[in-house]
Nanobody, 113 residues
């Protein structure tokens, strides 16, 4: 069984930055692509970014140039650096282990002045 634990969410003003972390417990973390999703009230869950085991990342258009995914396989951790945050980035952010389809509990990100 795999457990994913996200952290790093919070309240930030527009234009600010946050870094989310997701630690994987009990898995062969290094072999899987990891993804970040977000969901805001009344909207479907949206895939924001993913990063392969080798570190290649892709992004949804709305966050390109502002968000950066990275991973530290030695720490079984994936990160999402979020810069120039906008109110429309407000959501609960989840990490996902692609393939086995494990999910974390989510971390709230609120962008507001």
């Amino acid at each position: 069984q795999v457990r994913l634990v996200e952290s790093g969410g919070g309240l930030v003003q527009p234009g600010g930055s946050l870094r989310l972390s997701c630690v994987a417990f009990g898995s062969s973390f290094t072999i899987y692509t990891m993804a970040w999703y977000r969901q805001s009230p009344g909207k479907e869950r949206e895939r924001v970014a993913d990063i392969t085991s080798g570190g290649y990342a892709t992004y949804v258009d709305s966050v390109k140039g502002r968000f950066a995914a990275s991973r530290d396989n030695a720490k079984s951790t994936v990160y999402l650096q979020m810069n120039n945050l906008k109110p429309e980035d407000t959501a609960v952010y989840y990490c996902n282990m692609v393939g086995p389809d494990y999910w974390g509990q989510g971390t709230q990100v609120t962008v507001s002045s």
